[in-house]
């Protein structure tokens, strides 16, 4: 068993030079977005942010939790595993996020997947 350390944090108190160069997962809520996530993603956490709001706007609350332990392979498998968490228990609460094209890389990859 492996043990992934991620501490969500809201993105409004979040500092940029916190996530200069480092990959996470996210949770981001659009101002319209009352009960379901607008969006659940992971990577490198300020270029995805910055191409969300292209998308979505500039109006976006979330959580962040920054994974810096390991190599840059593991870290990367880690905001996976998180990401593909955070979409199994959306799905299971009935609130899986409104944006999201695809449930993520992990989860496509992966036959347990049940839909």
């Known amino acids: 068993m492996e043990i992934i350390h991620a501490d969500f944090v809201p993105t409004a108190s979040t500092p940029v030079d916190y996530l200069l160069g ?3 997962t996210y949770v981001l809520w659009s ?6 996530p607008s969006y659940i993603g992971e990577g490198n956490v300020l ?7 292209e998308t979505y706007g500039s109006n976006l609350t979330g959580v962040v939790a ?3 332990e390991g190599s840059e392979k593991q870290r990367k498998a880690h905001c996976e595993l998180l990401e593909a968490t955070l979409f199994e228990v959306a799905e299971a609460l ?3 996020p409104t944006h999201n094209k695809a449930p993520g890389a992990l989860i496509l990859r992966h036959p347990w997947r049940r839909s």
Not at 31 to 36: D, E, G, K, L
């Open 66 to 68: 920054v994974l810096n």
């Open 31 to 36: 101002t319209r977005a009352s009960r379901r």
């Open 94 to 96: 009935d609130i899986s």
């Open 47 to 53: 270029a995805r942010m910055v191409k969300h709001v």
């Open 22 to 24: 480092h990959m996470g």
